[in-house]
């Protein structure tokens, strides 16, 4: 299996033009290295607010180091994609105690289209969801210490990745710790790694203060998608959160479905705590 994902994520790699939005995030990242500056696409009045900068950093030290190229700047979402591939088959291993759990689940994450479209060229998603797995993984190996600092570690990487999307997991999480008693004992753990949040906190304080409202103005235009214009609010945000997502996750619906059920199975099955 980790054969197969690491010719899917590096096969094509020597012969790979970087193309479409993947073309704007590597122009950014070699801006930072022209200028020597790596914050150079953030500043002024057309700042780029919408995208924290790690990946445009780590594109940027690969230039300097293997010089301007498809590899320089798709390997850190090639190297996102082999981690999600690993992290999801331990996720699967953990939750069910079976290999073969793990395997199967790596297998369906890496033969999604999605999975080639995102790792192979120069976006921020991999990386994101990387960290959303690594908060899970960490959020389950509570209060041991690696836990914390997968948690506090996943969360630090997708906010600088892709912004606070993954926050939304907490919306889960603290209730279901509060419920379940899960933070026993973990709070000196989590003490101890929560430093991993002060760059987040840094660099959302800087953008904040060097340029206040038009954050909110590029955060609110970035959320309708569409066009407005010719296109309702409603309609704009049915067609980027609905629309697209069923086309391309429309062969794996019937898997989420029958998921749902045996995990609701589960949950109301007398055998098993709640």
């Not at 990387?130 to 690696?146: D, E, M, Q």
């Not at 899960?182 to 959302?204: C, F």
Request: charged content about 15%; overall charge positive.
């Amino acid at each position: 299996l980790a054969l197969v994902t690491v010719l899917l994520s590096f096969g094509g790699v020597l012969v790979q033009e970087v193309h479409g939005t993947a073309v704007f995030y590597a122009a950014m990242a070699r801006e930072m290295v022209e200028t020597g500056d790596l914050l150079s696409p953030f500043r002024g009045e057309t700042g780029y607010l919408l995208k924290p900068p790690l990946a445009f950093w780590w594109g940027a030290a690969n230039s300097l180091v293997l010089g301007y190229s498809n590899l320089a700047m798709t390997l850190p979402s090639r190297l996102g994609g082999l981690a999600c591939v690993w992290m999801t088959a331990l996720l699967a291993r953990h939750i069910h105690g079976k290999a073969s759990a793990g395997w199967f689940a790596a297998l369906l994450f890496m033969a999604n289209g999605i999975y080639i479209q995102f790792t192979t060229a120069f976006r921020l998603d991999s990386l994101m969801t990387f960290g959303a797995l690594l908060v899970l993984w960490g959020y389950f190996n509570l209060p041991r210490s690696r836990g914390a600092a997968a948690l506090c570690g996943g969360i630090a990487l997708s906010l600088m990745t892709k912004g606070p999307m993954v926050l939304v997991m907490l919306l889960v999480l603290i209730p279901h710790a509060l419920v379940s008693r899960h933070w026993l004992g973990a709070r000196p753990a989590l003490l101890r790694w929560a430093p991993l949040l002060l760059l987040p906190l840094a660099w959302y304080g800087f953008i904040l203060m060097f340029h206040g409202e038009e954050l909110s103005r590029q955060l609110t235009q970035d959320f309708w998608r569409g066009d407005t214009s010719k296109l309702s609010r409603f309609d704009s945000v049915w067609l980027e959160y609905v629309t697209k997502p069923q086309q391309r996750l429309g062969p794996w619906l019937i898997l989420i479905f029958l998921a749902l059920i045996h995990e609701s199975r589960v949950l109301l099955s007398a055998a098993h705590e709640r």
